[in-house]
């Protein structure tokens, strides 16, 4: 009974992760690296003290503050698709 088990909880689990993925999340950005070597990555930290706490208070403002919710204006073909992976699940 335990194989059947664990393989009804993975087709759950994995089939119910896709629903809503229409579009790509927010970009993190990237990393470039400069000079001879491209294995280096030159960073650069504050290490003073105010410009520690500047960007410790920047980071909690950030943080603190919520975004304005997005209207999604969906249309007809990806209502359908987003339906088609509800009843899969």
Known sequence: MAPSY???LNVYAF???????????SDL??????????????VVVPTAKNDI???Y?????VLSTKRAR??????GKTAQEDYYRGFRT
């Not at 089939?15 to 999340?25: A, E, H, L, R």
């Not at 997005?70 to 249309?75: F, I, K, R, S």
Request: hydrophobic share 30%; proline share 2%.
């Open 15 to 25: 089939s119910n992760g896709t629903k809503g993925d229409n579009k790509p999340q």
């Open 70 to 75: 997005e209207v999604q204006m969906v249309d």
């Open 29 to 42: 950005g990237k990393v470039e690296a400069k000079g001879e070597n491209k294995n280096e990555v030159e």
């Open 57 to 61: 208070e920047d980071a909690i403002h």
């Open 6 to 8: 664990i393989a009804v």
């Open 53 to 55: 706490n500047a960007a």
